[in-house]
């Protein structure tokens, strides 16, 4: 599957082939307790507070970073989640605000 701007700017669910949670409510929805990991904000807080400025202080979802498991654990502490069996795991990086705006830059890297 590549990543194009048509496939990006459907008009309707159906023609989403994207991955993406629109699947599931053919099948009746996700009925889950979910557990959202904001890692966009608490990157570029922890960046700002170790001195970044600018785009360095800036969290880029398809930059390369990789989020470790050591960052999931103490974003979890930082937002005082806990984790229960059968939870769904959200994970906030950023992408849904590239794919808002995408730039030729941002086509390049996916």
């Not at 701007?5 to 099948?27: F, G, R, Y």
């Not at 507070?49 to 800036?58: T, V």
Request: net charge negative; aromatic share 6%; charged share 25%.
């Amino acid at each position: 599957m590549s990543v194009t701007k048509e496939a990006l700017s459907v008009s309707t669910t159906s023609e989403i082939h994207m991955p993406n949670l629109d699947h599931w409510h053919q099948h009746g929805g996700l009925v889950a307790r979910r557990v959202l990991i904001n890692y966009k904000t608490w990157y570029e807080r922890k960046a700002i507070a170790e001195g970044e400025k600018g785009a360095d202080a800036i969290c880029h979802p398809i930059g390369g970073h990789r989020i470790t498991v050591a960052d999931m654990e103490a974003i979890a502490r930082d937002q005082n989640v806990d984790f229960r069996a059968g939870d769904v795991l959200i994970v906030r990086t950023g992408m849904t605000e590239v794919f808002e705006a995408p730039t030729p830059e941002v086509f390049a890297k996916m």
